[in-house]
């Protein structure tokens, strides 16, 4: 039929079984006639443990070295998969990133994919195997191994699926697909069928977990379709492909991130550029800040507020603090317990009320806003963390519900 | 200085505080301005744990994907060593069996090393840095990972101080050097200073437990200077060299060996040829034959006795009992309670007492001998298991006390 590339992520792979469940998932599309190449994930808690090893040797340890390390990962489930695909009496090869051709730039611990010499996998689809690759690695041009960073393994497949050509890539998951909110507490939330690349985008980032941004913007260039399914059923999932809508949805998907914190600079003195000097400082140090807002300012002072992740929280404050002799603000706030809750939809552009209808579905539950953002495709507050589940809920039925 | 190359193995990296052990180690010979390479095996018991998750999966997994698996464990090794060796504050980068160049032949699991291709490892001690090469493993001409079987450490630190002509190969194990009998048994037992290839060989084969008989062969044949030494002492090892004795000793040390079974086939027909048969089958079994007796036979029957490897001995059975139409014995005995004891020396083959006072020391201390078997440099016996230790004392005690 074709050429079908899969990954599989660490749960779906963290022990025998599902390494078994996973193999029979491979030789079913093998069966049905195509060439299958699969990366995979390194298995369950592998790579913190991992980490955890050489943090009891050295907590600064070069990223080359760590890099070195976490590949063996990946070459174990390769290695256990292509054996549990043996036992189904099933041709097939595990590959390494470098022997798989996938070649990077020399950053390592978050090395970007710059091609991938297919000449071996597609030596060995000739030869009728399954090809097994080892997601999230690559080789540089020292011939050092080198990691890609979070979300890689989605990222290899991608890379995979559009070197290779491949008629789909299918990422395989611990959910069914993508869902327009969270089911775990959106009682009513409900499967996509279909999703556009930067209605993925735009979910992915803010924190529906399914897809790392990464791979969904490479799928976007090389123009890959990506279907989203569960290891652990056969239901249909959702594919994430250039959707054409002759009537696009107004919205798609509601999400939460909890990893945010605010902070807010009190009584900035209120002259021009001052949000710039702070913004770039932070910019310097690799701190993205998401939601801003600025007060207006009264000539004298002003409020700054911003967002950061949870993980940056600490050392914004720190150099906040550093540089409040530059800063010179009255007060520096800060809360961890705060949620950004977003709506995602190509179709909000050309439509003005949805914000104030995700407003008023938001004061109907009686639940205050921090903070507001919005772009084209999407509209994001910021509540107190206590309420961020019923605010999906609410909004979630206020646009979604049939 | 110099260059010298240096092996651990896995009980001397098992943990966190054993690896900076070793890392300390190395750097000390670095900083006596030597070059330094070092093999490292596999920590603890991760190879053994790698072998249980394949066998979780799949019972006869390929030896090329074993082989796939089993790298990783040394991979893990080569990394955790050289962010130890950074936190000292020294040059240092590891590289896998294929970076550092081994190019071994195609068979998996057991594969042997052809050549090293010296350039990257070069080109990293010029710019000073201490090079941590994976033990065990090489790339094959199909540019796949190949392992090298039992002992294959031993011998990959042996290739690379052959290939880059180094000065010494330091084998750093659990114990301090070559002794004369096994001291934890053998009060008497004292290290050896130095010992020849040959001898080294003899003893390595009979349970010495040292060194493995392809590095040795390996160091004989390229005449690289061994130091088996231990990594967690300075005392001076023994040094395994081209000995140049004026007078040399008549025996160099005692071995005592459990792992061997003994079969009996009695009564099998007179004819010439029979014992032929027999050994031949084992042999295309792949199963290593030992000591051999045969009985003079009465021009009916004779009794051929011979022994094999414990682990062999089912297998051994079975063909047994499967050939008895040919083999024709009257009964099929065998015993697992039996122990070799050898005494190892060049300087015996010209002295015929030795095997005389050999055979009066076991007389004295009342012990049976079953088997007899005398090669130039050795004599080995076969006694009840429950005798082979007093047997060690009583033959070390007469030959090598004083």
């Given amino acids: 039929m074709g050429l079908v590339v899969q990954k599989y992520g660490g749960t779906s ?31 369950g ?13 050295n907590e600064n340890a070069s990223k080359r070295e760590m890099d070195m390390l976490l590949a063996t990962g990946e070459q174990i489930s390769i290695s256990l998969l292509a054996m549990a695909i ?25 090395a970007r994919i710059k091609r991938i010499d297919t000449e071996r996998i597609r030596s060995e689809l000739d030869k009728k195997r399954i ?37 789909v890539c299918e990422i395989y998951t611990d959910v069914d697909g993508v869902y ?41 260039k090389y123009n890959v379709k990506l279907s989203v399914r569960s290891s652990l059923n056969n239901n249909e999932g959702t594919y994430v492909k250039e959707v054409e809508q ?36 932070l910019a310097k140090s690799g701190i993205s800040v998401d939601l801003i807002i600025q007060s207006i300012g009264n000539g004298v002072q002003k409020d700054i507020s911003f967002t950061v992740a949870e993980g940056d929280l600490e050392a914004s404050l720190k150099l906040l603090e ?18 950004k809750v977003s709506i995602v939809g190509a179709g909000m552009v050309n439509n003005s009320g949805v914000a104030a209808t995700m407003f008023e579905a938001l004061s109907d539950a ?31 039925d206020k646009f979604l519900l049939n």
């Fill in 13 to 43: 792979v963290r022990d025998a079984e599902r390494v078994m469940n996973v193999a029979r998932r491979i030789t079913d599309t093998y069966k049905q006639g195509n060439n299958v190449v699969v990366a995979v994930s390194a298995q």
């Fill in 45 to 57: 808690d592998t790579t913190d443990d991992l980490i955890e090893k050489a943090k009891e040797i």
């Fill in 86 to 110: 043996e036992k189904l009496g099933f041709p097939v090869i595990s590959l390494t990133g470098w022997q798989a051709g996938v070649v990077t730039d020399t950053r390592y611990s978050a």
């Fill in 131 to 167: 090809v097994i690759v080892a997601g999230f690695q690559g080789i540089n041009k020292y011939d050092d191994i080198t990691t890609l960073g979070r979300g890689g393994s989605d990222t290899s497949a991608v890379a995979l699926a559009a070197a290779l050509h491949a008629d």
């Fill in 180 to 220: 327009t909110a969270d089911p775990r507490f959106c009682k009513n939330a409900y499967k996509l069928d279909d999703i556009s690349y930067d209605e993925m985008l735009e979910l992915a980032s803010l924190g529906a977990n399914v897809l790392h941004n990464r791979s969904v913007e490479m799928a976007k």
């Fill in 246 to 281: 002759v009537e696009k949805m107004l919205v798609r998907g509601v999400t939460r991130d909890n990893d945010c914190a605010r902070i807010a600079l009190c009584g900035v003195e209120d002259t021009p550029g001052k949000a710039f000097q702070v913004f770039q400082m």
């Fill in 322 to 339: 550093e540089n409040q002799p530059v800063i010179k603000a009255n007060e520096i706030k800060w809360s961890k317990d705060v949620s």
């Fill in 366 to 396: 009686h639940i205050n806003i921090k903070m507001i953002a919005t772009s084209e495709i999407k509209i994001s507050v910021l509540v107190d963390q206590k309420d961020a589940e019923r605010a999906v809920v609410a909004i979630h």
